[in-house]
């Protein structure tokens, strides 16, 4: 502490997923420092950057702190809650009353998984809508885990997580969480858990189309071809039964369906694959043999084998790859978290294909529909053609595929509403914003990120600021749209009003209680209850993640189904991939994330906008050399979609024949207000992104593996990247 007027304020940052711990110092209510929590029990001590960005964001003068319409000339005027509340009800009853109840969309984005309250108060008031045509980030991102999660375990959330605290080897495709700071596993401090398993002897395999920073931190790395993982995880797992590597163990017990995979796999020998995915077939048996006979391992893949065209047969085969060598819900495998407020007990376990979209047909799953979806339902005539659009949290222009078509989309609406309190790429097109409170206004548990995390943890953060009178938390927004608009019979409206009356603390309180670690309503019981929860700022260890299955399998028989039959069938997609020989015409684009960014919402923050242009193309120099390209030049990124120019950057750390961008740039349309991010704007790699590019299996969008053709920019002149 500075001095003695300095006090210190501890909660976990939700930013990302690693929630970690962070220490505020305030003094005369200002924020003099943000650092990391020593004692905080899981991160203990590590934070990165973007931590600095919850002071920018409350403090942040673009911020919207009212209610926003926008008026006929095309200005945004202040207005106040009540009205705001009346125009959002009336233009989605207006429209459900002329339309139909699908003539409502929903888009939901990243950040209400970061958000407690918008976990617990947006279902409920989307399931009020009816209608079918609700959208979210999913379905950019970590739609094959639960898919696979569903078919094979009985749960969309029951989601192995890596235990890399104790594993002795580490398999990871298409993650690099040296820089996104791990994703469907929450590891604050990755880079030092990752130092951890080295000196126990342990060792990292990273498989990914460019030497990234975790790659280049790991014992070995091989680049791939994007977009064939299917057939490096098919090869793997041949080789693991050619050689009776497998040993299932007690999970062989309740597994089902071995021998539908033993046969599967016998097409995809290493000899066959190899060419294909850029991996000697030597290679591939060496990676298998040292998996299965490690004394643990554990195979870990994220979004750049998410997003990609066999998203799903990937995370099935890394589901499979794990259970097979015995690593499934083992300690230094792949295990099931037993967090304290346990989401899987309390909701739905997800079906696939049940709804589709209504003008491609595209599988929806767990009630909602794939995104890539979206911009093609608005404009496509019909009685269900969507003309109203909800966004709360997100800004799909940017990150959903072929943004520029659903720009042109959503100036056909004849209305939209967004939660949000910037004036972005995608609210700008609004007719109201109703702006949420900033993270330090609100109290904050980390829900989700709870059931995904490396070890069992709980911890409850208080506000720090007093928003004032007219300021509204999201669950707020949410609770008063639903009661507004809740349709249900007067007898069914009493939980709507009960949710209310409790808010998200006392919710909390409950579900503490009710939980696995929980006191019940025994008032001198010592489980955890929010009290306790209070009284330990830093939070509370729970212990690490323990075997629990089958028990904890949701399957009609407690059984793990280990060849769900749509990836089987889906399997002879992948056949013709292997097939099919490259042609290697085009360069394929994939994508990048950098430390100080955070998907498309945090580049209006100066703290993290110093230094040179980051919205750069990466390119192997022979690449450039038989394009005729040079080292920093602009180059144009054109495609099926659309045309952008960025700078060149040239590195060897790119495999061949692949190109990265990183996503969330683009900010040079016009009718946003985020000064900053306008002073540095980048390209959209979602202009040239594709949405007619899904996995068909699930719907999600490909963003990884994509044809492009790159050309001199038509401007060669020096233009930097403050221009606009
Ligand atoms: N090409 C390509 N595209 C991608 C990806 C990729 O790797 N490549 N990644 C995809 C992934 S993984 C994701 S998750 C998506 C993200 O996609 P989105 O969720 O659509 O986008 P974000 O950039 O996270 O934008 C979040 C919006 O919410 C607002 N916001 C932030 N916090 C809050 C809050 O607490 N409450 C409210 N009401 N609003 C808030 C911000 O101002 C911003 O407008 O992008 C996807 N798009
Ligand atoms: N700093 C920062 N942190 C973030 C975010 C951010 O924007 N910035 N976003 C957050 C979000 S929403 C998410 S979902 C997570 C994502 O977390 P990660 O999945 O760890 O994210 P990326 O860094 O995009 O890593 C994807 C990797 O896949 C590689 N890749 C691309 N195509 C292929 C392929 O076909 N095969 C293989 N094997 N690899 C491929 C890419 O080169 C890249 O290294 O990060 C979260 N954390
Ligand atoms: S790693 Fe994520 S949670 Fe930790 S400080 Fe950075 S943004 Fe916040
Ligand atoms: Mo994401």
């Known amino acids: 502490m500075e001095n003695d007027k300095v006090t210190t304020h501890y909660r976990a940052c939700n930013l990302c997923e690693a929630i970690c711990g962070i220490e505020i110092g305030v003094r005369d209510g200002a924020i003099v420092s943000i650092r990391g929590d020593r004692e905080d029990p899981f991160s203990r001590g590590h934070i990165c950057p973007k931590a600095v960005a919850l002071q920018d964001i409350y403090d942040d003068p673009d911020r919207l702190r009212h209610p926003m319409r926008r008026t006929k000339d095309g200005d945004w005027k202040r207005i106040g809650w009540d009205e705001a509340f009346d125009l959002t009800a009336e233009g989605i009853r207006r429209v459900q009353r002329d339309h139909g109840l699908d003539a409502v969309g929903v888009y939901l984005g990243n950040p209400n998984v970061h958000n407690w309250g918008s976990l617990l108060f947006a279902p409920p008031l989307m399931r009020s809508l009816r209608t079918r045509n609700l959208f979210s980030a999913t379905s950019v991102d970590q739609l094959p885990h639960h898919v696979a999660a569903t078919l094979m375990f009985g749960h969309k959330l029951l989601l192995p997580v890596p235990d890399i605290d104790r594993t002795q080897h580490l398999l990871v495709l298409g993650a690099n969480p040296a820089v996104s700071n791990g994703s469907m596993m929450t590891a604050p401090g990755f880079k030092r858990r990752l130092e951890e398993l080295k000196r126990r002897g342990g060792r990292l395999v990273v498989i ?82 040292e998996f299965a006979t490690a004394d643990s391992a554990v195979c870990y893949g994220r979004i750049g084998v998410s997003t990609q065209v066999f998203g799903t047969l990937c995370q099935w085969l890394i589901n499979v790859l794990n259970v097979v060598t015995g690593n499934l819900d083992r300690v230094g495998g792949a295990m099931f978290t037993r967090p304290a407020v346990d989401l899987v007990a309390s909701t739905g376990r997800g079906s696939l294909g049940r709804r589709s979209s209504r003008v491609r047909g595209l599988p929806g799953f767990a009630g ?59 609210t700008r097109h609004g007719n109201i914003t109703l702006p949420r409170t900033t993270a330090l206004e609100h109290d904050h548990y980390a829900l989700v990120f709870n059931l995904l995390a490396v070890r069992n943890t709980a911890k409850y953060s208080p506000p720090l600021f007093d928003p004032g009178p007219d300021a509204r938390h999201d669950w707020q927004i949410l609770a008063e749209l639903h009661r507004r608009l809740d349709r249900s019979p007067l007898t069914a409206r009493w939980k709507r009003w009960l949710k209310a009356k409790l808010g998200p603390r006392r919710m909390l309180d409950l579900g503490l209680r009710f939980g696995p670690y929980g006191s019940g309503l025994r008032p001198f019981a010592s489980g955890l209850t929010l009290r306790r929860l209070e009284k330990n700022p830093h939070g509370l260890d729970l212990g690490p993640l323990e075997p629990c299955l089958p028990d904890r399998l949701r399957t009609r028989e407690r059984r793990i189904e280990l060849s769900p039959q ?49 919205c750069t193309l990466v390119m192997h120099p022979d690449d450039a050399s038989d394009l005729g390209l040079e080292d920093s030049e602009r180059v144009a990124v054109v495609s099926r979609t659309g045309r952008i120019e960025v700078k060149l950057e040239l590195s060897d750390e790119m495999m061949r024949g692949v190109v990265s961008l990183p996503h969330g740039w683009g900010h040079d349309r016009t009718g946003t207000r985020i000064s900053t991010a306008e002073q540095h704007p ?21 963003l990884n593996g994509l044809p492009v053709r790159i050309e001199r920019a038509v401007d060669k002149g020096p233009k930097d990247d403050h221009s606009r």
């Open 208 to 289: 990914d189309p460019r030497r990234t920073e975790t790659a280049r931190i790991a014992d070995q790395h091989h680049f791939i071809r994007p977009g064939t993982d299917a057939l490096l995880l098919m090869a793997l797992l041949q080789v693991v039964f050619d050689e009776g590597l497998e040993r299932l163990g007690r999970l062989g017990e309740f597994c089902d369906s071995l021998a539908t995979v033993q046969s599967v796999v016998i097409d995809f020998p290493p000899e066959h694959v190899a060419p294909v995915v850029g991996i000697g077939a030597e290679a591939i048996r060496t990676m298998a043999r």
């Open 566 to 614: 749509p990836f089987v069938d889906d399997v002879k997609r992948l056949k013709q991939q292997l097939d099919a020989r490259p042609t290697g015409a085009s360069l394929v684009l994939i994508g990048r994330r950098q430390l100080r960014s955070n998907n498309s919402w945090m580049h209006n923050y100066r703290r993290l906008m110093g230094g040179t242009d980051r």
């Open 368 to 426: 909602e529909l794939p995104v890539a979806a979206l911009a093609e339902e608005i404009p496509t005539d019909g009685p269900d053609r969507i003309r109203a659009l909800m966004t709360v949290a997100g800004n799909p222009v940017l990150s959903t595929p072929n943004g520029v078509q659903l720009e042109r989309a959503l100036a056909e609406l004849d209305f939209m509403v967004a939660t949000d309190c910037y004036t972005n790429e995608t």
């Open 682 to 702: 980048g390209a959209s790699l979602n202009d040239v992104t594709d949405d007619q590019q899904v996995d068909p299996l699930c719907g999600n969008a490909v």
